[in-house]
């Protein structure tokens, strides 16, 4: 009898193993096991990670409905009674100015870093001309340089523009702060996108003014939603921009304080007679608007974070 044939692909190899029924490869080095074990400790870290955020924050809210002797007593208890009677007396104090403070300065501030900030990148992504390169890099430099550095120069400058303790001045160091981010995001995304888009619009007859406000800002709006949430974010948490340039200067000069100095302040006003409650339930009140705004619109800052490198 004749020894079996060998199977062999048309260039003269071994064939390879088949799979095993059900498309389960029968090969000895499976490495399925590797990967649920890269998942297991991926989605561990994960929930680790998201303790480690969410406890401090709920022990945070919880501590505002409690009294100083239960804060005394046991720091991680759960209150005794519930009253909202804590945050009333917390927005009397102070905190409710220090917040509208806050609001007006940011009302302005956010909005004139998105627009300056997206004209600039548009131009350096979408125009070629003398300095072109020249110009981004002082941006990205300037995103580089720490602030600390530029608060003396920074106090003096403003102080002969007689902008200090004023809405208005701070609301020009917040720009100027937060341009270079601004510029380096968006100068990304507009490079992104089509520019048979803009070749038309330039073809239709349209300016750039048109074309830029009709045209390329729409489609740059993922983009233009997560810069703004960093944006809001950063200036909502700035504290030493404040520090210097929102100070009375004056007998008569009024305290414009925004949530940042006031809750130093009013931890400051309490001296001996200590209200922990108060101080918990301010700094709640200044945490809970940013929560809402980045939950409100984390679909929104994840595509734009993403869409640059998918398209």
């Given at each position: 009898?004749?020894?079996?044939?060998?199977?062999?692909?048309?260039?003269?190899g071994p064939v390879p193993p088949r799979p095993a029924v059900g498309g389960a490869p029968a090969a000895p080095g499976d490495?399925?096991?590797?990967?649920?074990?890269?998942?297991?400790?991926?989605?561990?870290?994960?929930?680790?990670?998201?303790?480690?955020?969410?406890?401090?924050?709920?022990?945070?809210?919880?501590?505002?409905?409690?009294?100083?002797?239960?804060?005394?007593?046991?720091?991680?208890?759960?209150?005794?009674?519930?009253?909202?009677?804590?945050?009333?007396?917390?927005?009397?104090?102070?905190?409710?100015?220090?917040?509208?403070?806050?609001?007006?300065?940011?009302?302005?501030?956010?909005?004139?870093?998105?627009?300056?900030?997206?004209?600039?990148?548009?131009?350096?992504?979408?125009?070629?001309?003398?300095?072109?390169?020249?110009?981004?890099?002082?941006?990205?430099?300037?995103?580089?340089?720490?602030?600390?550095?530029?608060?003396?120069?920074?106090?003096?400058?403003?102080?002969?523009?007689?902008?200090?303790?004023?809405?208005?001045?701070?609301?020009?160091?917040?720009?100027?702060?937060?341009?270079?981010?601004?510029?380096?995001?968006?100068?990304?995304?507009?490079?992104?996108?089509?520019?048979?888009?803009?070749?038309?619009?330039?073809?239709?007859?349209?300016?750039?003014?048109?074309?830029?406000?009709?045209?390329?800002?729409?489609?740059?709006?993922?983009?233009?939603?997560?810069?703004?949430?960093?944006?809001?974010?950063?200036?909502?948490?700035?504290?030493?921009?404040?520090?210097?340039?929102?100070?009375?200067?004056?007998?008569?000069?009024?305290?414009?304080?925004?949530?940042?100095?006031?809750?130093?302040?009013?931890?400051?006003?309490?001296?001996?007679?200590?209200?922990?409650?108060?101080?918990?339930?301010?700094?709640?009140?200044?945490?809970?608007?940013?929560?809402?705004?980045?939950?409100?619109?984390?679909?929104?800052?994840?595509?734009?974070?993403?869409?640059?490198?998918?398209?």
């Amino acid at each position: 009898m004749s020894a079996p044939l060998k199977e062999s692909t048309p260039t003269g190899g071994p064939v390879p193993p088949r799979p095993a029924v059900g498309g389960a490869p029968a090969a000895p080095g499976d490495r399925r096991g590797e990967g649920t074990v890269l998942n297991v400790f991926s989605h561990g870290f994960l929930a680790l990670w998201g303790l480690l955020i969410v406890l401090p924050l709920l022990w945070l809210v919880l501590s505002s409905f409690k009294t100083d002797t239960q804060i005394g007593g046991s720091a991680f208890g759960w209150p005794q009674h519930w009253s909202f009677d804590v945050f009333s007396r917390a927005w009397d104090k102070g905190i409710g100015d220090y917040f509208i403070n806050t609001v007006i300065v940011l009302v302005f501030s956010v909005p004139l870093t998105m627009l300056l900030g997206s004209m600039a990148a548009y131009v350096l992504a979408r125009y070629e001309f003398w300095g072109n390169r020249l110009l981004y890099y002082f941006f990205v430099a300037g995103a580089m340089f720490p602030v600390f550095l530029a608060l003396v120069p920074l106090f003096f400058m403003v102080k002969r523009l007689d902008m200090l303790n004023t809405y208005q001045g701070l609301i020009l160091v917040y720009v100027a702060y937060s341009m270079p981010f601004t510029v380096f995001f968006m100068h990304a995304f507009f490079r992104t996108l089509p520019t048979a888009v803009h070749e038309a619009a330039v073809l239709d007859g349209a300016s750039h003014t048109r074309t830029f406000f009709q045209v390329m800002l729409p489609m740059a709006k993922p983009g233009l939603i997560s810069v703004g949430i960093f944006n809001t974010l950063g200036q909502w948490n700035q504290f030493i921009l404040p520090t210097v340039l929102m100070q009375p200067q004056k007998g008569g000069d009024p305290e414009r304080y925004v949530l940042t100095q006031g809750l130093i302040q009013l931890q400051q006003q309490q001296g001996y007679a200590s209200d922990l409650p108060v101080l918990f339930a301010g700094v709640t009140i200044a945490m809970i608007p940013m929560l809402v705004v980045y939950l409100s619109f984390q679909r929104q800052v994840q595509a734009g974070l993403t869409s640059a490198t998918l398209k």
